[in-house]
């Protein structure tokens, strides 16, 4: 008898890991409303819609809030981005130890510690 649980489909955080080691940065969006979520779920949030799709991510958003941390081997900031799309992601941008809220910023994936992440760069001209 197969087991149950290796059958399954993967789950959500599964299926978006292995779209950014193809170096796919793609987000779910219901196929009836059109609203995009971040993280990947199984439903929307407050709706309960399970009728989501895998789709490309424009990969352009504006930074909403950022923070920087310092610390004595160096200081990095950690981002909150609203994506085009709509829904925010937390990350980082790069090149740059702090940017201002509302800057123009473009996603790329990067290896990190073995594992592929989103991490943003501001656009030139972007403001």
Do not use: C
Request: net charge neutral.
């Amino acid at each position: 008898m197969k087991d149950p649980i290796s059958a399954a489909q993967p789950g959500p955080e599964a299926v978006y890991g292995a779209h950014l080691r193809e170096g796919r940065f793609m987000l779910q969006r219901s196929r009836n409303t059109g609203r995009y979520v971040f993280y990947p779920r199984v439903m929307i949030p407050s709706t309960g819609e399970t009728d989501l799709e895998w789709v490309e991510a424009t990969r352009f958003g504006v930074i909403y809030a950022i923070t920087v941390n310092r610390r004595r081997s160096g200081s990095y900031n950690v981002a909150l981005v609203e994506l085009d799309e709509g829904p925010r992601m937390m990350s980082r941008i790069e090149g740059t130890e702090s940017a201002p809220i509302g800057t123009r910023v473009k996603a790329r994936i990067i290896e990190e510690n073995g594992e592929p992440i989103v991490v943003f760069d501001p656009v030139e001209g972007g403001n």
